[in-house]
């Protein structure tokens, strides 16, 4: 699958979560989507597009979320 599609859809899942309230939820939700629905692969390749790229098009609880899950 393409950077730019998953950039996409990653763009999209925060987008539904974005009405939340509670910002670091929202990060939370994002990530969890994240890892149930996408392949480890899809999970890594968006997070290589984001460091070389800096994150420019992604919403911010996309780069939240990914900023989260590689430190953890």
Do not use: C, Y
Request: glycine share 2%; aromatic share 6%.
């Amino acid at each position: 699958m393409s950077a730019e599609s998953l950039v996409k859809m990653a763009n999209q899942i925060a987008q539904f979560f974005a009405n939340e309230t509670d910002t670091a939820e929202a990060v939370r939700s994002v990530r969890q989507h994240l890892q149930s629905f996408w392949t480890p692969a899809m999970r890594q390749e968006l997070s290589v597009w984001q460091h070389q790229h800096q994150g420019d098009v992604l919403h911010p609880l996309v780069q939240a979320a990914l900023s989260e899950s590689a430190s953890s």
